[in-house]
């Protein structure tokens, strides 16, 4: 089962950027499409945007045009580079294939806060 190691997390100030990072532990880019998830305290995890096999990317409307996916299929790794980011936005971020096949990695963690 195809496993994630997610990274890029931490604490930003709104208005501010983060990038975050996942590297899949197979070549699945050209199989699945990439998702990134997140969860925040108390909710359900959501799917923030997937990036689709041919790299179109789909979003969320909470994210739309403050979130881009884009990956390196040479290093295995997906990214979620995030922008004008808003205290909702705080969460627990992951990456999995859509629909989901993978195993769930610990997530990174991203906090919005002044």
């Known amino acids: 089962q195809v496993q994630f190691v997610e990274s890029g997390g931490g604490l930003v100030e709104p208005g501010g950027s983060l990038r975050l990072s996942c590297v899949a532990s197979?070549?699945?880019?050209?199989?699945?499409?990439m998702g990134w998830y997140r969860q925040a305290p108390g909710k359900q995890r959501e799917l923030v945007g997937k990036?689709?096999?041919?790299?179109?990317?789909i979003y969320a409307e909470s994210v739309k045009g403050r979130f881009t996916i884009f990956r390196e299929n040479a290093k295995n790794t997906v990214y979620l580079e995030m922008n004008s980011l808003k205290p909702e936005d705080t969460a627990v971020y992951y990456c999995?294939?859509?629909?989901?096949?993978?195993?769930w990695g610990q997530g990174t963690q991203v906090t919005v806060s002044s």
């Open positions: 197979a070549s699945i880019f050209s199989i699945y499409a």
């Open positions: 999995n294939t859509d629909p989901v096949v993978g195993r």
């Open positions: 990036l689709t096999i041919v790299g179109r990317g």
